[in-house]
Every structure is written in structure tokens, then in C-alpha cells.
């Protein structure tokens, strides 16, 4: 989630997530390509009078099996630390869906008892922090329940992933870090081989498909970066930034690999502002704006068909705001962008999702659209037709609060 700054938020005695198993069952490895992940948050929630953080503990993975694209199922879920802090792309599958790849964002800290508390008081009113954490974990989806492989060191507070066509390299946006870390991927093992400084901090990155750009995401900046990748050597040249609009925190990259579009959450997340889409025409020897579209207040995800016909955004608009604010709104909006034959790309629908909606992902097939709605603890089915979005009334109910959304990368 955008504009969460390192602070924390007063709490009383928090209700740790329950991860609740009972009614379903594993799929088999051979089926393991019809995940989806989605990332349950169980320490950061939105409570009338606005935020606050509790304990850590309660976060989890939920493995969602879509092969009936119109009615997903939790398959199984696993206890796994990450966190709605950052876009909802700390997650992904490789290609050939043997892994999964999940960044840890942000464990917390509770502030020291004050003088003459004990530092075990019960329900103490002690608020908690978000600190950056640095792990990044690695599951085996081809095991039966999927499987914890094991969890390596990154840069602090890993956000933001993206992974190649080729399923061989990953790249993590680290943004306390300002960096991008540069892993390689063989079989089940997945090595840390590179950093890349880019000055900023980094939320978010794509990878173009022909395997030889990358897009990362500057929030604070206000820019995308362009990254060069030579095999497993990834580079930086700053004099390639753009200036796409405040606070952007998510990107993606169209399957012909000419444009770019980003989701730009603007200064201060769901203030009653409208926000915009940044079109990048990624063909460019350097890569340049060229359109910018207004889609509401807080776009906080995007993703694009497998097609490249359509992206989707989940809009936030004013449901993360108090309830007290101007600026609040009970419901987040999902907006579908239509991109033509000529580059050109236009809003053609919208559906009414639910309160604080995060992740934003199309079915496999590109005929459904999948959002999950944090606070609801749901994730929504929508269908596309021609060019339009129409609300299928499925919301499939999850275990926890879904901090990010995502499935396989493209090969």
C-alpha cells in the first residue's frame, strides 16, 4: 500500500489472522500452473478512525486454483511472512509455474514500554512500527501442498518483482534499499547475483518481454528508470528517467513490448484527487512519455491481458482514507484501460470493487479480471466483454486481508 510511511499506529489488543484450512484441499503438481498467489497481510489493517499495525505472525499465503477462470478457489494456504506495505507485485510465478517468488516488505517493532511499564504488559496501547525487512522466500509449487524452499537475503524492504519470459532471472525493487537486486533462477534454486543502484527508492519493476529492458518504478521520484539486461548483467543510465507523475508504484509492459503503462497513487494516497496512467511508448531507443490518462483517486495496481488488448487498475479512490475524512469513499473502483492497434490507449470501463482493493490480475485466458479487496477480504470476479467490465458478482471469500495478487510471468 502506498503512502504508509515507517510509523506506526496506536493499538489496543490485536486479533492475530486466522488461516483457516477446513473445506479445502491441495491441488497436484501437475495442476500447479493454475495458481494464482495471493498475499495475506494479518498485521496492518484499516479501522474506521483510519490505519494501524499490530503484531507480526498472522501473514500467510493463499494459493488460489483458477482453472475455472470465472469461480477461483482457495486451494490451500501457507504461514508466510509479507505485507501490505508496497505494490501488490512482491509476488510471482515463474513461466513454467514450478516457483513461487514472495518479498517480505516490512516486519514490525513495538515501541519501548514507557517508564515504570512492564515491557510484557498486556493490551498494552504501545503502537507498532514498520522497520524493512530484507527476505525474499522461495516455494516449491510443484510439491503437494506447496513447500517453503527456502528464503534468501535481498535488499531492505523488497518490494516490487518482476521475472523473465526465460524463468531464469528475476529482479526485486528494493526501496529503503533505493536499488533493484539481480537474482538468477535454475531449477529450485534461486541465487542473489547482482545489485543495481538507482538512486531512489524502488517500489516496483517490469521486465519487457524480449528480455532485454526493464522498468523500475522511482515512487518517491516521480520517474521510471530504464535498466539494460546483457544475459545476467543488468545496468543503470540515469540520464534515461522519465517523469511520470507522483507517487508511482506500479508497471507493466505490453506483450509486443512497445508500451509501457504505470499506476501513479499521485502525492498523497486517496486524497479526493484524480491520478493518472502514464503511457510509455518502450520501443524508443530511450524510452519517452507520450499520453497520460486520469483513472481516479489511487490507482495502487495495473496489469495488462496476455493479449495486450486491455489493462486492468484497482482504484482505491477514498477507502483507505478515515472515515471521518472529506476525501473517504466505501469502495474502490476497477477501471479497464483499451489499448488499439496504434499505441493508443483509452479508459473504456470501470466496476465498483470493494473497500481498499489491491491487487489487480487477469485470468490466464484474459476473459476474467481478478481484484482483491483488502479490508472486504475478498477477491472479485469480473468479465471483460468487447471492451467493457461488468461485475460477475463472484467474490470469492479468503482467509486474511489481500495484500497482493499476481500469477504466472509470460514466457
Known sequence: MEGRA??????????????????????????????????????????????????????????????????????????????VYGPPTNLQITPDGRLGLVASSVTMRQEEPKEGEAKDSEGSDRPWYAQPDDRLHVLDLTSDPPQLVETITVGRQPSGLAINGA?????????????????????????????????????????SPNGQRAFVAKNKAGKIGVLKIEGTTVTYDPAQDMPVGAGVYGIEVTPDARLALTANT???????????????????????????????D???SIDIAP??????????????????????????????????????????????????????????????????NYVDRTLQVFRVESDALVATGIKLQLPGQPASLRGRARG
Open 6 to 83: 515507517m510509523t506506526g499506529f496506536g493499538v489496543g489488543r490485536v486479533v492475530l489472522l486466522a488461516v483457516l484450512l477446513l473445506g479445502v484441499s491441495p491441488l497436484r503438481a501437475a495442476q500447479a500452473p493454475a495458481f494464482m498467489l495471493v498475499g495475506l497481510d494479518g498485521k496492518t489493517f484499516f479501522d474506521p478512525a483510519g490505519g494501524r499495525n499490530g503484531p507480526n505472525g498472522g501473514d500467510a499465503i493463499a494459493f488460489i486454483d483458477v482453472r475455472d477462470e470465472a469461480h477461483p478457489q482457495v486451494a490451500t494456504t501457507m504461514l508466510l511472512d509479507n505485507s
Open 167 to 207: 524463468g531464469d532471472l528475476a529482479l526485486v525493487a528494493n526501496r529503503e534499499g533505493k536499488s533493484v537486486t539481480v537474482l538468477s533462477i535454475a531449477g529450485n534454486k534461486v541465487m542473489p547475483i547482482g545489485t543495481v543502484d538507482v538512486g531512489d527508492e524502488a517500489a516496483a519493476v517490469a521486465i
Open 266 to 296: 499521485g502525492a498523497t494516497p486517496s486524497d479526493g484527487n484524480a491520478d493518472s496512467v502514464s503511457v510509455i511508448d518502450a520501443n524508443l531507443g530511450t524510452p519517452k512519455v507520450v499520453d497520460w490518462l486520469g483513472v481516479g
Open 298 to 300: 489511487t490507482p495502487e
Open 307 to 372: 493479449d495486450g488488448r486491455h489493462a486492468a487498475l484497482a482504484v482505491v479512490r477514498g477507502s483507505a482514507a478515515p472515515q471521518s475524512s472529506p476525501n473517504y469513499g466505501p469502495k474502490g473502483l476497477t477501471v479497464l484501460l483499451t489499448i488499439d492497434s496504434d499505441g493508443s490507449v483509452h479508459v473504456t470501463g470501470a466496476a465498483e470493487a470493494g473497500a481498499v482493493p489491491q491487487g489487480v490480475a487477469f485470468s490466464p485466458s484474459g476473459r476474467f479480471v481478478y481484484v482483491g
